[in-house]
């Protein structure tokens, strides 16, 4: 049987409830929106049920130990093909063994579902490394980010931290959506009219804060001069601060040409 | 912010920028409510230079004067450069900007001295202060310990820097005395001593008492320069490891020396810094902090220079054969982690993933062990190739052959070390099922 649901966690652990319930084994899991008609398998559309999704995180929870625990929905968010399939196990085997086995890496589950998971936690980092705020007229800072995984629900809490005093606005272009936070509370928001360009994020000028662009300038011209020219390795920069990044980063999209000293 | 004070920063960030220490690890300072900034466990990079290093903290000097003339620096005095100062002001609002921007961990501030080394220390700590109290700023503070400073100076620029540093820069004080006359290893290594007692003597009441604010929480650190004095490596990581031990230090830093001040007949001739050897530098450090090896194992008493051509940990492994193969089903992992090709990660993972089964080739090859260099030094369930019967430099040709045919090697430099820590800042939330946007796109 393929089981469909709504493409969120917590439909995903609502599915792996009514497996438990009914006894099922799925064939597959699937978002209903990837699913193809297929002749001669059964189908069903699994409801998302908060309680349920609890109730499955819950047990799972108690069962890996606290360096684990980011792993399910981390591996989740990383949207790979047939990821649901392979939690799916990591879970049975989670719920069945006597010991946690969430470092069992001789099984092919667990691997593959830390693997996946250390892929969008690394993806995670690269937003906390490389996110940019610019500070804009009305005093937002605000950060375009473009990440290959859905990961802002995983970094939020530490900009939060970090930037206590600041109102900030962390935008994911790729998947219109972001969180702003004013200094008390952060929300999920979608802008519906965009005052940025949305391919990179970028602000047109006279909408930035007057400084802005000083910064930026200061920020590029600060990277090039603590380069050690005699040691030039472009390869390695690349290897640890990938192109993909480059357009939201001041000291490499060469757009703060603007101003003008 | 100003178009002078641009040019500065340009100027003082050039003058900076072979200081090594890159690092912003080590604290971990919490917000506090109303203010801005923490400093997260693991340290950041925030962005790469050109050069692959990590940039991480503006790092910067509060002035390149000198009223010091050390023949391996820069910034000496008789040098005719472009000067320039930055005012405490100045500072404080670079780090504040570059810091909301999220540009950078915090700042590592060191300067050349003014007028006197009190005069310099007391405006370096003054920027710290003003941080600190006014900015309400809690993120990560690296201040230089100027050698010389009064002992009240450097305790307040402990009181607000996470991490202090006083650079020892050549290994030995007679090499010392002839680059840089007017400097020696007791006018350095008093201030370190008075560091590193004082972070003791605060962690113990801390222990005893609430409320007692950390003392250079992130410790000390120091630099060596390598190559422009002719101290061996074996003396270099004596230096380190009595450090280590007895000073208590953080990080030891070495820096290859980039010839600079050609002019002077003191310095040796080199076409460029040394880097290889500065990474296996690097490399023997990482055994000792994080591998357990003593300077004595990596260099004994008849060999005063590094391997070039290979690692430090083969190099150990190679005169050691009669302490392999190890068993990795078996073995404590101490022993595991001295198996060239297994890192830190991969023996942690060995002994969690070996309560569950017996590991195999295909098993270990998972994990990540560089198996085909690893496959000389250890037995597994399938897999057992006696070492024994070969001799070191048998072994030692087979590897670095094996090495050569793998296309498109690494280049070797120390930045391997210093790649971006795989942990995420503990700062990050443990998942929950309590947010609602958890669809994926
Ligand atoms: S005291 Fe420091 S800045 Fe001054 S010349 Fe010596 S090394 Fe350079």
């Known amino acids: 049987m393929i089981l469909l649901y709504d493409h969120t966690y917590e439909g995903f652990l609502s599915v792996v409830f009514e497996c438990y319930r009914r006894k099922i084994t799925p064939f597959r899991i699937l978002p209903e929106t990837h699913y193809q008609e297929a002749l001669f398998v059964r189908k069903e559309f699994i409801p998302t049920n908060p309680e349920h999704a609890e109730r499955v995180w819950n047990g799972l929870t108690a069962r890996l130990t606290p360096a684990t625990r980011h792993v399910p929905l981390s591996a989740f968010l990383s949207g790979e093909p047939d990821i649901e399939m392979a939690l799916y196990r990591f879970m049975r085997l989670a719920f069945m063994a006597e010991q946690p086995i969430g470092d069992n890496f001789a099984d092919p589950d667990v691997l593959q579902v830390r693997k996946s998971s250390r892929r969008v936690m690394q993806e995670a980092m690269r937003m906390v490394q490389f ?19 859905d990961v802002l629900p995983l970094i939020m809490q530490h900009f939060r931290d970090r ?18 936070f004013n200094t008390a509370e952060v929300e999920e928001v979608s802008l519906s009219q965009k005052v940025f360009n949305i391919a990179d994020g970028s602000v047109r000028n006279d909408m930035l804060e007057e400084g802005e662009a000083v910064y930026q300038t200061m920020w590029n011209d600060y990277c090039r001069s603590i380069t050690i020219r005699e040691r030039l390795n472009l390869r390695l920069q690349k290897q640890h601060m990938p192109r993909r990044y480059w357009k939201f980063l001041p000291e490499k999209s060469g757009k703060n040409t603007k101003y003008e000293s | 912010m100003n178009d002078s004070v641009h040019e500065k920063l340009k100027i003082l960030a050039d003058a900076a920028k072979f200081d090594v220490s890159c690092s912003s690890s080590g604290s971990s300072r919490a917000n506090q409510a109303g203010g801005i900034g923490n400093a997260v466990a693991c340290g950041i990079c925030h962005s790469f230079t050109e050069d692959g290093r990590c940039v991480s903290l503006l790092k910067v000097l509060m002035t ?17 450069r472009p000067r320039a100062t930055l005012t405490v002001q100045e500072l404080t609002d670079l780090t504040i900007g570059f810091y909301r921007r999220n540009y950078i961990e915090g700042l590592f501030l060191s300067s050349g001295v003014i ?14 202060k003003k941080l600190r109290l006014e900015e309400r700023y809690n993120g990560y503070i690296h201040l230089k310990a100027i050698p010389g400073a009064s002992r009240d100076l450097i305790r307040e620029a402990g009181i607000f820097a996470d991490r202090l540093s006083v650079n020892i820069e050549i290994p030995t004080n007679s090499e010392l005395k002839r680059l840089a006359p007017e400097k020696d290893h007791q006018e350095i290594f008093s201030p370190m001593g008075f560091i590193s007692n004082s972070i003791a003597e605060n962690k113990e009441n801390r222990r005893k008492l609430h409320r007692v604010p950390a003392f250079v929480p992130a410790g000390q650190s120091t630099q060596l320069i390598v190559g422009a004095s002719p101290e061996s490596d074996r003396q270099i990581l004596q230096l380190a490891s009595g450090l280590y031990d007895v ?35 690097y490399q023997s450090d990482w055994l000792m902090r994080f591998y357990k090896y003593k300077a004595d194992e990596i260099l004994p008493p008849d060999e005063p220079f590094l391997d070039l051509e290979i690692d430090p940990k083969l190099a150990w492994a190679l005169r050691n054969l009669h302490l392999f193969p190890v068993d ?5 992992y101490e022993m595991i982690l001295r198996i060239p090709g297994v890192g830190v990660q991969s023996a942690q993972r060995i002994i969690a993933a070996r309560k569950f089964s017996n590991l195999n080739y295909g098993h270990l090859t998972k994990i990540g062990v560089v198996m085909k260099r690893a496959r000389y030094f250890m037995v597994n369930t399938d897999l057992r190739i006696p070492v024994s019967g070969m001799l070191p ?10 090495d050569k045919n793998k296309k498109a090697t690494q280049p070797d430099t120390q930045l391997k070390l210093f790649s971006f820590p795989e942990v995420l800042p503990r700062a990050l939330p ?4 309590g947010y609602k946007k958890t669809g994926v796109v």
């Not at chain 1, 005093?165 to 962390?170: F, I, M």
């Not at chain 2, 390149?64 to 005719?80: G, L, P, T």
């Not at chain 2, 430099?393 to 094996?402: E, F, H, N, S, V």
């Open chain 2, 64 to 80: 390149n004067h000198c009223i010091y003339d050390c023949a391996y620096c820069i910034n000496r005095r008789s040098n005719d």
């Open chain 2, 115 to 128: 007028r006197n080394p009190d005069y310099t220390m007391e405006r370096m700590v003054l920027v710290a």
């Open chain 1, 131 to 149: 996110a940019r705020f610019q500070l804009t007229r009305d005093n937002i800072y605000f950060a375009p980010v473009s990440p290959a995984y």
């Open chain 2, 430 to 433: 443990e998942s929950s099922v």
């Open chain 2, 393 to 402: 430099d048998t072994l030692r040709r087979q590897i670095l052959l094996a």
């Open chain 2, 247 to 281: 000073q208590k230090l953080k990080r030891v830093y070495y820096s290859g020396y980039q010839p600079v001040n050609e002019y002077d007949k003191r310095l040796p001739v080199l076409q460029s810094a040394p880097l290889v050897r500065e990474n296996r530098l």
């Open chain 1, 163 to 180: 930037f206590a005093d600041q109102h900030w606005l962390v935008y994911d272009l790729k998947r219109d959506y972001g969180y702003y």
């Open chain 2, 328 to 332: 990795v089903n078996h073995a404590d």
